[in-house]
């Protein structure tokens, strides 16, 4: 059974930085695309950032772009989200999902098969 575990949330001051990691069970993890998405209270679970399996393509959304990074390490199953620049509309919880998918990475939580069970991230003005 695949298992994602995420780390790294946190309370941080606005304008502050956090690295947020997925560290993954996954036999072959370059046989996945992956992505990042968040939760805030009472909202809906949005698309923030994905990654192709080589590491050589990603994608953000928006409000994200220019601020935070998805890279992927490989040989460690790892995935990560560095956030910086962060300001009181990045509180959230922060969820890793996987994509069993060499061909393509995605935006819609429809096309994801696995995911984790999520790391507060908690960002005060």
């Known amino acids: 059974q695949v298992q994602l575990v995420e780390s790294g949330g946190g309370l941080v001051q606005a304008v502050g930085s956090l690295r947020l990691s997925c560290a993954t069970s996954?036999?072959?993890?370059?046989?996945?695309?992956m992505g990042w998405f968040r939760q805030a209270p009472g909202k809906d679970r949005d698309f923030v950032a994905a990654?192709?399996?080589?590491?050589?393509?990603?994608y953000y959304a928006g409000s994200v772009k220019g601020r935070f990074t998805i890279p992927r390490d490989n040989a460690k199953n790892t995935v990560y989200l560095q956030m910086n620049s962060l300001n009181t509309e990045d509180t959230a919880v922060y969820y890793c999902?996987?994509?069993?998918?060499?061909?393509?990475?995605?935006?819609?939580?429809?096309?994801?098969?696995?995911w984790g069970q999520g790391t507060q991230v908690t960002v005060s003005s």
């Open positions: 999902e996987a994509r069993a998918s060499r061909s393509s990475f995605a935006t819609s939580r429809v096309d994801y098969n696995y």
């Open positions: 996954v036999l072959t993890f370059s046989n996945y695309a």
């Open positions: 990654i192709n399996w080589s590491g050589g393509k990603t």
